[in-house]
Each structure stands twice: as structure tokens, then as C-alpha cells.
């Protein structure tokens, strides 16, 4: 049972911990009655939960870090994996030396904020704070720590006055935009975007034997990302997505055109290798775009300036029109490759009508088979 005594003027706590060895806790100097007592519940309270872990064996950020780092590496992809490897290595300095059970919500506050000042990057902060996160709850089930002090702590908010919406393409701007396009296969790569919603990765990463032409259907079966070939980011991204008869019929003309590769690839490069993302964007989807008109470049810079429209836009473009058609959404999900229609929902909201009258006209016909007037007549003459 534990108990407090004094030794050579100071307070100390005499307990067993969880594992029944028992301990010493040596209290400052100038410690109260009352403040040993705190301290004394606060450990019972600890051993109870069989969380207590003595001084000198707690382990600093940087080891819980490293070790969660090995623990990751069997169920990330590889690129997910270096990506968390680069947050640890280049942006937790001021947290590295500290103990682990000494990062509280205040620390972690104070870190966002930290990095707020420096002018990082809102996303790039979050993706930061999502392997933060991850590391501390390594913490808790390891019982380091009690709780994760990020669940709690206020998150970074995006002050920047700069539109935040992503941005989407219009029916118009998506037939200036390809009607812009001289190469066959940039023009067929674009439609593919604007007219399956599949990324960048699965894009480059298709191959002719993923087409059923008969069927109308492309088959999403890996990805190709920053020259590594990848499966499909979730086991629901692995999916077939319909494509509309025109599209078939540009995919029929680019077959005939293709170069035969050893990939088997429908847009590889001038090498029959897969195509580099960077270079599509800069040399071709960029360029397209200023010449259509839909975006402006600075003629001093050569940068895009205003509305950034990204290659993913066209992913954004082709859910948008859907939802815009009223299509239902669990149909988007599947064909964009969500894991569930919460997702969709998620990212999607923000382009759901608050007000739709057709639909209640739509409800209304539904049940009395009729229209409104003579719904009323009817109601007059029972």
C-alpha cells in the first residue's frame, strides 16, 4: 500500500507499481502536506490504470517516434512510409528531447503554433499532425502516456483570405480546355480524367488489358506514383468505372496510334516507359489551360497566378457534374473510389443544393399521382 514519508526534510512516496516492485518517489523541496497527498493519489491513479512507468525509463518523442516508424513500416506503402519518415525527420525538433509523458496539450499548442508562425504551409501542417496523432496513440496503448494530448488540443485553422473551394471546371471551360489539345494521347489522357474521375496514379498506370471495350468499363488495378508502381490505394479503389461511348471511341483511335510497349501501357512515354506526372502537367496540361483561357500565367515569372487548376481538378470536375445531375451518390462512391458514401459526402457537400423544388414536385407526383391542382380539386370535392 502506498504511503508518505519524510526523508531528510523532503516528502517521499513509498508504493508498489503495477507489476508489484516497489518504489521510491523523492518529492521537490518545499513540497506541502497537501501537494504530497496529490501526488500520491495521482500515482495510485496511475498505477491503477497500469500505466506507471518510473522516471528514468519513460522514453523521450524521439524514440516512441522511431520506434512507432518500424512498427508502421509492414502496413504503409512505401511512399506513405517515406513521407512520415520526412515529418520525424524535419519537423519535430522541439520535440524530440522532450519525455514523452511530458507533452501536453499546451506543448502541442504551442507546436502548432510554432509552426504557424514559420509560415508553413495549412496542409502541410496537417499532414504533420495526422503522424503526431498517430504517434501519440502509439503512446497510450503502449501506456507511456494516459491520453493523447493532440485529441484535445485546438487545431491549426487556414487564415489565408485566398479561395479555399477547390476548383472545378465547367462544361464549358472542359470543351475549350480539349479543344486546345493537338497531341492524340494528351487529348485521350484528359478526356480519361474529366469523364472516369480516376487520379493522376491510376491514369498512368493503366493498361490496355484494364479496357473491356465491349463493356464500356475501364478496370483500376494499381497505380503508378513518383516512379513506383503501386495496387490501388484502398481495397474500394480497386473498382470499374462506366466510360460514355465517346470515350470508347477516342480509346479505339489512340489504340491504333499507341506505340506498343513492354508495360502495355495506354499513355506511355516517347520510350514505351511510364509517363513522368510533372512533366504532363507542365509541359501539356498547364500550358492547355492558359491557351484555353481558363487560367492566366505572369509573364515575368512564367507562373500560374490567381486560381491554381490542378490535374486532380478534373477528378473534382467529373464528381461535381454528377451530383450537379442529381446521380445517386453511392453510385459517385464506387466510381470514384471511396471507401464509403460518408467520404463522398465529405468532400462533396459544399455542391449539394440546400433548396431543390423539383424534388418535392417530384415527391409530390410520387404519391397522389397527379399534379398539385388537381391534387387540391380533389381534396375540395370529398
Known amino acids: 500500500m502506498a504511503c508518505i514519508r519524510v526523508r531528510r ?31 500520491l493519489r495521482a500515482m495510485e491513479e496511475t498505477i491503477e490504470r497500469g500505466i506507471y512507468v518510473p522516471k528514468s525509463k519513460v522514453p523521450r518523442f524521439s524514440e516512441v517516434a522511431k520506434e512507432w516508424l518500424e512498427y508502421k513500416k509492414p502496413n504503409l506503402r512505401e511512399t506513405s ?33 510554432s509552426k504557424q508562425e514559420q509560415g508553413m504551409n495549412i496542409n502541410t501542417l496537417r499532414k504533420i499532425l495526422v503522424t503526431l496523432g498517430q504517434i501519440l496513440s502509439y503512446s497510450v496503448r503502449h501506456r507511456f502516456i494516459d491520453s493523447n494530448p493532440l485529441k484535445e488540443a485546438e487545431r491549426p485553422k487556414d487564415t489565408r483570405e485566398e479561395e479555399k473551394e477547390m476548383k472545378i471546371l465547367t462544361p464549358e471551360e472542359i470543351r475549350a480546355f480539349l479543344a486546345k489539345v493537338k497531341d492524340p494521347k494528351f487529348k485521350t489522357l484528359f478526356i480519361m480524367a474529366v469523364m472516369s474521375g480516376a487520379r493522376e496514379g491510376e491514369l498512368l498506370g493503366l493498361k490496355w488489358s484494364d479496357l473491356d471495350f465491349e463493356k464500356k468499363q475501364v478496370h483500376i488495378q494499381r497505380t503508378f506514383n513518383k516512379g513506383r508502381w503501386f495496387p490501388t490505394k484502398t481495397k474500394s479503389s480497386k473498382r470499374k468505372i462506366d466510360l460514355a461511348p465517346s470515350v470508347i471511341s477516342e480509346l479505339r483511335k489512340w489504340k491504333l496510334a499507341c506505340i506498343p510497349n513492354e508495360f502495355d501501357l495506354v499513355f506511355p512515354n516517347e520510350a514505351g516507359q511510364p509517363m513522368n506526372y510533372s512533366n504532363m502537367v507542365q509541359r501539356h496540361f498547364e500550358p492547355t489551360l492558359v491557351e484555353a483561357g481558363i487560367v492566366k500565367r505572369d509573364k515575368e515569372t512564367k507562373k500560374i497566378v490567381g486560381i491554381k487548376v490542378k490535374f486532380h481538378s478534373l477528378r473534382h470536375s467529373y464528381a461535381s457534374l454528377l451530383i450537379g445531375q442529381g446521380e445517386n451518390i453511392k453510385y459517385i462512391q464506387t466510381q470514384l473510389g471511396h471507401s464509403s458514401p460518408t467520404v463522398t459526402l465529405n468532400v462533396y457537400a459544399h455542391l449539394m443544393k440546400p433548396t431543390n423544388q423539383e424534388a418535392v414536385l417530384r415527391l409530390e407526383s410520387t404519391i397522389f399521382e397527379t399534379n398539385g391542382s388537381k391534387m387540391v380539386a380533389k381534396a375540395e370535392t370529398t
Open 81 to 113: 512510409w517515406e513521407n512520415c519518415e520526412g515529418h520525424i525527420r524535419k519537423h519535430f525538433e522541439d520535440l524530440k528531447d522532450l519525455k514523452i509523458n511530458c507533452i501536453r496539450i499546451g506543448t502541442v499548442e504551442k507546436f502548432i503554433r
Open 9 to 39: 526534510g523532503r516528502y517521499v512516496i513509498d508504493f508498489y507499481d503495477q507489476h508489484g516492485k516497489r518504489r521510491w518517489k523523492t518529492l521537490k523541496e518545499r513540497t506541502t502536506k497537501k501537494e504530497a497527498k496529490d501526488e
